[in-house]
Structure formats: structure tokens, C-alpha cells
């Protein structure tokens, strides 16, 4: 007897033909609900696949634009990335934090030039725009937003001027080693103003400009003139074999800034939302739930003279089976600790401590790690290097740098003392040392006298009152003496003199009595 399916089919069991017919229907069935599910599938995953494209590029991961394999990044992507950097340096605290931590590392203590031409050295324009404190922070910062440094520098006078990157507008390349530039391209418009009629009017320079140590009798590259009374002095950091040009330091963290911003955004708006309620009813029945929802949804009362609303302070009237108790802790349900991690990773493409970024209460300076201080010195070699190009690389040129890491007052003064004992270090250099110790100011050979000292007035003074005392000692001693010897010397009896133990006598008593008439001669 044929089934339903065989029936609706038209299949009738007893031939084989149809049931082979029925199997390739089924089969066909099958393999057509395979690839309707297939094709669901490859949808929900194109789907997510554009999604995460939609995701990424929110979150500014997508690659970027304009690398060429083993040359680095172009001219306009620098730029690009380098107005991001600004930006995020101006806007964002931790960026700012980080940023501050590295340059007080690098340059908090200030660095000394010996042997630097005088004449570029001590021009006011150099001082005020390279030299100075305020110059420090600023060139260490061109180089975290930048990537690279240009100063053109005067072969003949004393001029030095720092060029924006955005003036840089090409390089030519050596032909034997392309990684080398030898003349950059320097363009920027100024608008001239005639005084007379107002009038303003935008002028272009552009000059090529040779590389340091490069260039040649080259006069015009593209009917662009080469300006050879000068050359460019270039830096650059995290750029890598091959590269033209450097990266931004903060280009590594940008990501992790703007994640770790998200997350605290995302934990703000949850603990406010959280904070809306205040308390809560707990209600046994659902009509207790009900009763509960239209009192708390009724608009609160008002003073009847004041028409202020009456929303604080107010009683909670309850029926029976309901309970009105107070929220927990509103903080409770976002740990900001959390995201510490992610701070970390803001610290590391910084080279800073992450204790410094989290502002925590017991970080020290003396905790800094070797690679911290590693990377800073690196960074200082960069910066010395610079000068030394700047100046004409003078031979009698010495950059120095005080010590990056300090430790304690306490630990300073002990090696210090260690040193002095141990005579491994003169006189003008411990007191260089014990200056930076207690962070003064002072001429290292100006060594302070040793009257000067208060010990010395008290080591002094306590030894002139042993003295004293030794010396009254002394004398009551000799005057002991000489009492002891007088009593001694009256208290001995003279030679032949009878002390009441019986005259002495050598067998010529007799004789010496007759000689003195004491005794007559018996008859």
C-alpha cells in the first residue's frame, strides 16, 4: 500500500523505476536545502565581515594609506598622521601626561654644551628658538607629533632655523644609495603687504636645499634653484632601513588612547545610569508591584505657598507586602582598575612607567626601569647628534647629560660618602655630586672651607675641652705626685738615725761614742 509522500508523488511502491526517481527527488530536496543554508551562512558571514570592516574603521585600525614596501610612508601621510598626533597631544590628558614624563626624562635636568661656537651659541634668535628650556620641550615634542626635525643651517653665518614639515615639500635621492637624500625641497608662500595701498600679496619660495655633508655644483634641480649657502639638518625616529622619513612617537598609541577614552566613557555612562535610581520596592504580589509603580510614577507635591516642588525629604507611604530599600554602592558595578592594562600599553609606546600615567600614590622616580632610562639616553644621542650638526660638527664639541635616573637624597649622599672614603673621586667632583643631590646650584671648585663646617666648630671645640680636661688632669696629677714624694720624704728616717726598731750599729758604736765624749773610758 502506498504511503501519503508515495501517493502525492505519484510513486507507486512495486516499481523499482519509480522508487529510484522518488530517491533522486529526495536526494534533489536535500541537496536544495544544503545550499539554502549555505547560502544563509556565507550571508550572516559577509554580514559580520562588514561589520568588523565597519568596526575597525571606527576604531581607526584600518591600515594606512600610503607605504610603499621598503620605503616607508610618504610625504602626505607623514603630514597626516602628524596633524592627528597635534591634535591628540592638545586634547587628550594622558597623551599630555605621557608626553611631560618623557621630556622631564630627557631633559628635566637641563644639558651643558663645551666647545660650541660662540657665535651660534650666544646669538639671542638661537637662544630664544633652540637653547632655552622652552626650546627643549618644544623640539622633544616635534619629535613625538612629527616624526622628524629640519633646521637649515647657515654654512657661513650664524643662522639656524627650524622648518616645518609642512614646508618640506620633496627630496632627490642619491643614485648609488637610494636612502640617502641629498637636496630636500623647501616651499612655503608669505604674503607681502604694501604698505602704501594695503594691497597683500602671497609670494612662493622654494629652494632646493642640500642635505648635510651632501650636495655638489648642482645650481638648479627642475628649474627649482639649489640654495648651497645652506644646508638641511634632518632627524628622524621610528624609522626603519630604508626609510626617508620617521614616524610620530604618539602615531604607536593613538589606538590605546582612544580605547582606553571609550572605556571610560562606556563606565561613565553606565554609573550614571545606575545613579538614576536611588532606591528600590520590593513587592510580594503583583498587585503590590502595580500599586507601587502608580504611586513612584505620581508627579510629586508642591509647597502650596512657594510652589517649589517637595522632591526631597519625602515619606514613603507602604501597604502591606511592600518594602522600599536603598541601592548599593553605585560604583559598584564598573572596576575603572580594569582598564589599567590598557593604559599600560600607552606607557609602553611612550617608554614611561605606567605608575606615572595611573598617578599612583607611591611611584618614584628612583623606580624607573632599565629600559626607561636605556630608551632615554638613546634619545639623548639622537639629540646630541643634532647639535653637533647644527654647530658644523666641530670637533671640540662635547654634549652632556646629567644622570636620568635619581635616586634618593639619602642613597646619593651615602654613595657619596662611600666615594669619599674610598678617595675614588677628587674633591671638585664630589662636590659636583653633592650639589645635584640636594638640587643646588653652585661652582663645583668653589669647595667650601673646612672653619666653614659646624662639625668642624664642634669637633673643635670638643677637642679643645679634652685638651683642657687632659691638661687639668695632668697637673692634678703632678701635684699628687709631688704631695706623695713630700709626705714620703718627710716620713723617711735619715741613715744612722733610730727609728724605734733599734739603733743600727756596724761594731764601732763604742768608738764613735768616745770620739763624741758620751761615754768615759772605765778605769
Request: no cysteine.
Amino acid at each position: 500500500m502506498a504511503t501519503l509522500f508515495q501517493r502525492f508523488m505519484g510513486i507507486n511502491p512495486d516499481d523499482e523505476r519509480n522508487l529510484s526517481e522518488a530517491s533522486a527527488v529526495q536526494e534533489l530536496r536535500d541537496t536544495r536545502a544544503v545550499l539554502g543554508a549555505t547560502q544563509d551562512n556565507n550571508m550572516l558571514l559577509q554580514e559580520s565581515v562588514r561589520e568588523l570592516s565597519l568596526w575597525l574603521e571606527d576604531q581607526n585600525w584600518v591600515p594606512i594609506e600610503g607605504y610603499k614596501e621598503g620605503k616607508g610612508f610618504d610625504l602626505d601621510t607623514i603630514k597626516a598622521q602628524a596633524d592627528k598626533a597635534r591634535a591628540l597631544l592638545a586634547v587628550n590628558p594622558i597623551i599630555k601626561k605621557a608626553s611631560d614624563a618623557r621630556i622631564g626624562y630627557i631633559w628635566g635636568k637641563g644639558v651643558a654644551f663645551e666647545g660650541a661656537p660662540k657665535r651660534v651659541f650666544n646669538d639671542p634668535y638661537n637662544q630664544a628658538e633652540i637653547f632655552s628650556d622652552s626650546a627643549y620641550e618644544e623640539l622633544e615634542r616635534l619629535l613625538q607629533t612629527d616624526g622628524n626635525i629640519f633646521a637649515l643651517r647657515s654654512k657661513q653665518g650664524k643662522d639656524i632655523v627650524l622648518v616645518p614639515m609642512d614646508q618640506i615639500a620633496g627630496w632627490s635621492l642619491n643614485e648609488k644609495d637610494p636612502s640617502r637624500v641629498e637636496y630636500w625641497l623647501r616651499r612655503y608662500t608669505i604674503e607681502v603687504e604694501d604698505y602704501r595701498t594695503g594691497v597683500i600679496t602671497p609670494k612662493l619660495y622654494q629652494a632646493w636645499i642640500p642635505a648635510e655633508g651632501q650636495g655638489g655644483s648642482v645650481t638648479k634641480i627642475q628649474d627649482i634653484p639649489v640654495d648651497r649657502s645652506s644646508e638641511m639638518v634632518h632627524k628622524a625616529v621610528n624609522r626603519q632601513k630604508g626609510w626617508i622619513l620617521g614616524l610620530p612617537d604618539i602615531i604607536v598609541v593613538m589606538f590605546w588612547a582612544k580605547a582606553h577614552k571609550e572605556l571610560f566613557e562606556a563606565g561613565t555612562t553606565f554609573v550614571k545610569a545606575q545613579g538614576k535610581f536611588a532606591s528600590k520596592v520590593v513587592a510580594k504580589t503583583s498587585a503590590g508591584a502595580q500599586r507601587s509603580a502608580a504611586a513612584v510614577a505620581e508627579a510629586p507635591r508642591r509647597d502650596e505657598r512657594t510652589g517649589e516642588v517637595l522632591d526631597i525629604g519625602g515619606t514613603a507611604v507602604m501597604s502591606a507586602g511592600l518594602d522600599m530599600q536603598l541601592m548599593g554602592k553605585m560604583s559598584g558595578g564598573v572596576d575603572f582598575k580594569v582598564f589599567q592594562p590598557v593604559l599600560a600599553l600607552v606607557a609602553a609606546g611612550f617608554n614611561v612607567p605606567v605608575s606615572v600615567l595611573a598617578a599612583e600614590a607611591d611611584a618614584e622616580e628612583s623606580s624607573l626601569e632599565v629600559s626607561v632610562v636605556d630608551a632615554a639616553r638613546s634619545r639623548q644621542k639622537l639629540w646630541a647628534d643634532f647639535f653637533a650638526g647644527i654647530f658644523g660638527r666641530p670637533n671640540s664639541l662635547k654634549v652632556a647629560w646629567p644622570r636620568i635616573k635619581v635616586e634618593s637624597t639619602y642613597r646619593q649622599i651615602q654613595a657619596i660618602e662611600i666615594a669619599n672614603k674610598t678617595n675614588a673621586l677628587k674633591q671638585e667632583e664630589l662636590r659636583q655630586l653633592s650639589l645635584e643631590a640636594f638640587g643646588l646650584v653652585g661652582d663645583p671648585s668653589d669647595l667650601p672651607k673646612i672653619e666653614e663646617n659646624p662639625a668642624y666648630a664642634v669637633a673643635a671645640a670638643l677637642a679643645e675641652l679634652n685638651a683642657k680636661i687632659a691638661a687639668d688632669a695632668a697637673e692634678k696629677a703632678a701635684a699628687d705626685a709631688k704631695e706623695l714624694a713630700a709626705e714620703q720624704e718627710a716620713t723617711t728616717p735619715e741613715q744612722g738615725v733610730d727609728a724605734g726598731v733599734g739603733k743600727l750599729s756596724n761594731g764601732s758604736d763604742a768608738k764613735d761614742a768616745r770620739d763624741k765624749g758620751e761615754i768615759a773610758s772605765a778605769r
